[in-house]
């Protein structure tokens, strides 16, 4: 992924609170931000629940009032 321009910004090459030399590595502003930005999306994608269809038994088609 690196581009061959000079690292400015130190970046985790694998997600989490790993801080070892091992698992740091230094890329351009433009490379970090991409691999970040690819790394949320994939996080996203993850934890996303796709909505539960009206009509279904045991689902709502009402919406959740704000005050119970």
Known sequence: MPCG???????????????SLDNL?????????????AESRAAWALKRIPPKAKGRPGTRSEPTPDVW
């Open 5 to 19: 321009q000079p690292g400015t910004e130190v970046d985790h090459i694998r997600p989490g609170s790993d801080h």
């Open 25 to 37: 590595q230094l890329l351009c502003h433009a490379c970090h931000a991409r691999k970040t930005h």
